[in-house]
């Protein structure tokens, strides 16, 4: 039967599930695009077991029914087409696509093979989508790589009658970003690093509704409906690690300090943790980095406060860099000690908070 | 001593020096970057046995002196500087390098141990060095990868009194660009295709000054001195190749047969030499592709020529796109048979002319 839909949508709607869908699986049926026809719907879903994703395009449709092919060769063929709108001839075996003065045939498989998703009715919670995406992406860089104990990989979200508020730390460094708006969830959970990756490609205008499932959360936006499997296991009590007495305190413009710590670390030995040396005194912040190549300095006039008169520390300087790497502005930088937590907050969105552990010297 | 000079200047020279000097070699002296410093210039010289490189740049130099330092990690420091004016203060085993507020020392190398390299006094030959990139650039995809005999994987030369001409082949297909400007040079040669790559990147604006050395060309261009290896052997004669009689020919726009058999390729099997089929008959092009996947196919209209009514062809669709890819506007596409070289010619420019041979079918 005949489908008539603008190549735009399509290939949008397309993109999102097709960019899950694994290219190459063990498991053949995962790397199926499920076509759903029904009245003026188009619905394309797939999944690669940490996500299931269903996108909704609206679409002229002679007659309701279900169909599976390969997801990538369909996305390649209605990226090339030529045409704005694209004519869709659902056959028993193949499928005719046809734009402009192009036609192809693909080879359909069986839609029994393909990967059954299912989602829920009804959503108890929602936030608004741009917002989510704010938070997931200030912290997601503090998740752990691969080495770590599995909970570190992921970014867990505290949804309570407050305030929403999403955090990641991999035990050297942490970050939570708070959202004033609660989304009518009470309870806490935590998405794997890399669907969190995926959401924040996602979310788009307008509102995300929520719903909690067993083992898993689902988010809808617009026209794309997302399962996310939740990861098992108990996400650190943070909250202990972060320090409130800080000796000395330093308050400069984030960009300078980014762009004088990634001049300075030129010289860092990559071997050794990446090492910038920091010493503040009298209102100066001296930056400096040694390794086989040589050693590099850099000072920055600051705005000093605090009880004791300097502090010498030492950082990994990727980790700073990631830290500085959301903000914009002015940002306070305060030091609980030599070797205890740094904590770096936005003056300009109060709702960030980065805290890093300095490396230990000597 | 100290030199100074411009870092906008610096950061280009070096890069220019320092993309060719290779970052781990099993020859270490190779990996450094050689500094002249005389009378108002500093020199950055480098090679990697295939291609030498000398930079000049005008600098307020206290004292004459030969330094050496690893290229990559001088490179990083240069283009990481905050002001515009860099202070280098050579001393006995180390480099002072200051900029704005920022200072790093680098270590020094023995001089002795860099590659000392030499170029001609005189330059009796000269081109247009935009022209020349022109030339080379139009052609250098037709040569050979890896696997093919040595001289396949070079671009040739052809200077004399009349034009001058850069030709590429791998025996599959062909591409050559005049340039009517003759060199003052009356030679052959073949540039290794990678050093090619490079030479079209530094071309720039003005004289490109030349002159054949023993086993090298040397090219200067504004401030850049460079030496490019030959490759031996016998280029392989490659008029007598291209046919001269075509029963059929079609005239088209570059840029939509290009779009067409990169839709149609979708579907091509990329284990069967990518191959799309043409049809051409009464004024009308058929491009199809056949592969596991299914079927594309695709018409244009075109204005056709010759003896014979129609003609079916094969190729292979990246061969194809490659050749297209130099042109703009009309092409004409002239068919000497089915299993024997097609030309490609631009109605806008006649400098440039691409010869593919047809996959066999059936």
């Given at each position: 039967?005949?489908?008539?839909?603008?190549?735009?949508?399509?290939?949008?709607?397309?993109?999102?599930?097709?960019?899950?869908?694994?290219?190459?699986?063990?498991?053949?049926?995962?790397?199926?695009?499920?076509?759903?026809?029904?009245?003026?719907?188009?619905?394309?879903?797939?999944s690669n077991m940490d996500i299931d994703m269903e996108a909704q395009i609206p679409a002229d449709v002679e007659e309701a029914g279900q169909y599976a092919l390969p997801a990538q060769v369909f996305g390649q063929v209605v990226r090339a087409l030529p045409g704005e709108l694209v004519e869709l001839n659902f056959k028993d075996t193949e499928l005719d696509i046809s734009s402009g003065s192009y036609a192809t045939k693909l080879q359909l498989a069986d839609p029994t093979n393909?990967?059954?998703?299912?989602?829920?009715?009804?959503?108890?919670?929602?936030?608004?989508?741009?917002?989510?995406?704010?938070?997931?992406?200030?912290?997601?860089?503090?998740?752990?790589?691969?080495?770590?104990?599995?909970?570190?990989?992921?970014?867990?979200?505290?949804?309570?009658?407050?305030?929403?508020?999403?955090?990641?730390?991999?035990?050297?460094?942490?970050?939570?970003?708070?959202?004033?708006?609660?989304?009518?969830?009470?309870?806490?959970?935590?998405?794997?690093?890399?669907?969190?990756?995926?959401?924040?490609?996602?979310?788009?205008?307008?509102?995300?509704?929520?719903?909690?499932?067993?083992?898993?959360?689902?988010?809808?936006?617009?026209?794309?409906?997302?399962?996310?499997?939740?990861?098992?296991?108990?996400?650190?009590?943070?909250?202990?690690?972060?320090?409130?007495?800080?000796?000395?305190?330093?308050?400069?413009?984030?960009?300078?300090?980014?762009?004088?710590?990634?001049?300075?670390?030129?010289?860092?030995?990559?071997?050794?943790?990446?090492?910038?040396?920091?010493?503040?005194?009298?209102?100066?912040?001296?930056?400096?980095?040694?390794?086989?190549?040589?050693?590099?300095?850099?000072?920055?006039?600051?705005?000093?406060?605090?009880?004791?008169?300097?502090?010498?520390?030492?950082?990994?300087?990727?980790?700073?860099?990631?830290?500085?790497?959301?903000?914009?502005?002015?940002?306070?930088?305060?030091?609980?000690?030599?070797?205890?937590?740094?904590?770096?907050?936005?003056?300009?969105?109060?709702?960030?908070?980065?805290?890093?552990?300095?490396?230990?010297?000597?």
């Amino acid at each position: 039967m005949n489908v008539h839909v603008p190549r735009k949508q399509l290939s949008e709607s397309l993109g999102h599930v097709e960019r899950i869908i694994p290219n190459r699986s063990s498991n053949p049926a995962l790397s199926l695009m499920r076509i759903t026809l029904s009245d003026k719907t188009m619905t394309l879903s797939g999944s690669n077991m940490d996500i299931d994703m269903e996108a909704q395009i609206p679409a002229d449709v002679e007659e309701a029914g279900q169909y599976a092919l390969p997801a990538q060769v369909f996305g390649q063929v209605v990226r090339a087409l030529p045409g704005e709108l694209v004519e869709l001839n659902f056959k028993d075996t193949e499928l005719d696509i046809s734009s402009g003065s192009y036609a192809t045939k693909l080879q359909l498989a069986d839609p029994t093979n393909a990967v059954s998703l299912e989602f829920p009715e009804t959503y108890e919670g929602s936030l608004e989508a741009s917002q989510l995406a704010t938070a997931l992406s200030h912290v997601r860089y503090a998740a752990a790589v691969a080495e770590y104990q599995a909970i570190f990989r992921g970014v867990k979200l505290e949804l309570n009658d407050q305030k929403t508020r999403a955090i990641a730390t991999d035990g050297f460094r942490l970050a939570y970003y708070n959202l004033a708006q609660p989304s009518g969830l009470d309870c806490e959970l935590v998405l794997p690093a890399r669907s969190v990756d995926e959401l924040t490609k996602l979310l788009g205008d307008g509102e995300a509704k929520l719903s909690m499932g067993d083992g898993q959360l689902t988010i809808v936006n617009k026209d794309l409906k997302v399962n996310v499997k939740l990861m098992e296991g108990t996400f650190p009590d943070y909250n202990r690690v972060i320090p409130s007495d800080f000796p000395v305190s330093i308050t400069l413009d984030s960009q300078q300090l980014a762009d004088t710590v990634s001049r300075v670390a030129v010289m860092a030995d990559k071997t050794a943790n990446n090492r910038v040396d920091l010493f503040i005194k009298d209102g100066s912040l001296q930056i400096t980095a040694e390794g086989s190549y040589g050693r590099s300095q850099e000072g920055l006039e600051v705005s000093q406060e605090g009880t004791d008169p300097e502090i010498v520390l030492a950082y990994n300087a990727k980790y700073l860099m990631d830290a500085l790497n959301p903000l914009s502005g002015d940002l306070r930088f305060r030091f609980s000690g030599t070797t205890t937590p740094s904590v770096i907050e936005s003056l300009r969105d109060p709702n960030y908070l980065a805290m890093i552990v300095p490396l230990r010297t000597g």
